[in-house]
């Protein structure tokens, strides 16, 4: 199946610094991706639609300031928590869609996750 | 909107005994539904979809799921459960085709007691 990778997998940084998380589609191209969010045990949220030359679609509540997304390349997209604070600490999973196999109920394809602690 | 309901937010069987998620959804149009899994500190799997299709999706592991429209849910189930089944499961929902955003239920772990 198609592989969606995330980096880093772990990160540990202090607070008032800037982190930046890739998710990378390696074998599809994805017009779209999605930027979640997981706090311990719970849900993913979702926090934005990454569009590929376009401007980030963010769900209500979601900082766009905090949370900057670039979507420059088709299998390429980047989420970056600017300012980090401890509150940020999170597991964020990107997903992306295979752009031409998307196909009724198109399978979205998760990255490992990235583990983002904040000191 | 969608919306997902998971009941039960920890399930626990032993190993051999059948598996039972349960996943009520909220769509205002036709829905695509599916189930992830999730081991820890990874990304989701997806165990199967539904598409409009068969009401009777399989998928992977030896899993399957109803599609009940009357009932509104998409019970995710499993005859014999494994120790490798241990792992949070989320139902999901998204309106349309091609993969548009999910909504995710709350999620249900699992613990196989051996």
């Known amino acids: 199946g198609a592989v969606v990778s995330q980096h880093p997998s772990w990160v540990i940084c202090k607070s008032g610094t800037s982190v930046k998380i890739e998710c990378r589609s390696l074998?599809?191209?994805?017009?779209?991706m999605f930027w979640y969010r997981q706090f311990p045990k719970q849900s993913l949220m979702l926090m934005a639609t990454s569009n590929e030359g376009s401007k980030a679609t963010y769900e209500q509540g979601v900082e766009k300031d905090k949370f900057l997304i670039n979507h420059a390349s088709l299998t390429l997209s980047t989420l970056t928590v600017t300012s980090a604070h401890p509150e940020d600490s999170s597991f964020y999973i990107c997903?992306?869609?295979?752009?031409?196999?998307?196909?009724?109920?198109?399978?979205?394809?998760f990255g490992e996750g990235s583990r983002l602690t904040v000191l | 909107a969608q919306s997902v309901t998971q009941l039960g937010s920890h399930v626990s069987v032993s190993e051999g005994a059948l598996v039972l998620l349960r996943c009520n959804y909220s769509?205002?149009?036709?829905?695509?539904l599916f189930w992830y899994v999730q081991y820890p500190n990874q990304g989701l799997q997806l165990l199967l979809k539904y598409t409009s299709a068969a009401t009777l999706v399989k998928g992977i592991n030896g899993f399957e799921a109803e599609f009940k429209k009357s009932e509104t849910s998409f019970h995710l189930t499993k005859p014999s459960a494994h120790m490798s089944d241990a792992a949070e499961y989320f139902c999901a929902v998204s309106e349309g085709a091609a993969g548009n955003k999910l909504t995710f239920g709350g999620g249900t772990r699992v613990l196989v007691k051996p």
């Open positions: 997903s992306a869609r295979d752009t031409l196999r998307g196909g009724a109920g198109g399978e979205l394809f």
């Open positions: 074998d599809f191209q994805a017009t779209t």
């Open positions: 769509s205002s149009v036709p829905p695509y």
